[in-house]
């Protein structure tokens, strides 16, 4: 039975954001994302484990290896609800901004 988990605890791990940044790139074999991390390989296969339960990445075997990739459009959904938060965050720095500028201009002319 596959268990379902939440993607956003598989992202507030930071060595499974690390493995997700990888696999951007290119798809990876376990061994070949293990490589990068000074963990023991079953660590790595765990956090696999939970990526693939969040449906953020897609195992394939070829021969005897299993290789990794993203599964784009998911990540995209929690881009998507991230997206919110960046609109707050983007309008406060405006704000900052434009609050700096007039400081800025105060000290220049006065």
Sequence with gaps: MKLRRDPFQAIADPTRRAILVMLTAQTMSAGAIASNFDVARPTISKHLTVLSECDLIESNQQG???????????????????????????????????????????????
């Design 64 to 110: 005897r290896e299993i290789f990794y990739e993203l599964k784009v459009d998911n990540m995209k959904k929690i881009d998507q609800w991230l997206e919110q938060f960046r609109k707050i965050w983007e309008d406060r720095f405006d704000n900052l901004d434009n609050y700096l500028a007039q400081l800025q201009n105060k000290k220049t002319n006065g």
